[in-house]
């Protein structure tokens, strides 16, 4: 794909971000009291979104850091990496935040055991975003130094967080 065609998708993915919050906004001032389960649904989304680019994206590193710096395989995964975070991962978290701080002041007042637990484990799913992100600058760069056995065990990380958090919100064991 070319660069032309890469901007095009970023703006199709920024009006697509545009319309759907002021969808959200739209809804929640017709119908505030009937807001709550929409919020919780589009909560939802965003997170099973954060987390399909959360478990791809280390993959693709595996993927990168096999395949060697320099060669046209390379070249095609930054793209592919630097597209995953900024059109679908990046969006998606920042979608999970605003959405689930909401709800968890709007449902909760912030309050509980469970609750912070959970947002720990976000923060440190955020974290581990922030990792990714810095990870697709460095392929970028060409100066990744951790080999695909790194990429395979990071890729575990994700899913172990998941798994924490998940728990927490159906359980609610504290």
């Known amino acids: 794909m070319t660069s032309g065609s890469g901007r095009k998708a970023a703006r199709r993915a ?3 971000i545009a319309v759907f919050i002021a969808g959200a906004v739209a809804l ?17 989304i965003a997170v099973i979104s954060w987390m399909a680019g959360m478990l791809y994206l280390p993959r693709l590193f595996v993927y990168h850091a096999e395949a060697g710096s320099g060669t046209p395989q390379s ?10 975070l900024r059109l679908i991962i990046n969006p998606a978290m920042i979608v999970t935040w605003i959405f ?14 469970w609750l912070h637990a959970k947002i720990m484990g976000v923060l440190v799913l955020s974290g581990v975003h922030g990792y990714f992100a ?3 600058r460095r392929f ?10 790194h990429w395979r065990l990071m890729n575990e990380v994700p899913t172990v967080l998941m798994v924490i958090i998940v728990v927490l919100v159906v359980v609610k064991p504290f």
């Open 28 to 44: 929640h001032m017709i119908a505030p009291e009937s807001f709550y389960p929409w919020a919780k649904a589009i909560h939802v």
């Open 134 to 136: 810095a990870s697709v």
């Open 75 to 84: 070249e095609t995964f930054k793209l592919m990496e630097a597209r995953l």
């Open 14 to 16: 920024a009006i697509a």
């Open 140 to 149: 970028a760069e060409d100066r990744n130094e951790k080999p695909a056995r």
């Open 100 to 113: 689930g701080l909401w709800l968890a002041w709007k449902g909760f007042g912030f309050s509980g055991g």
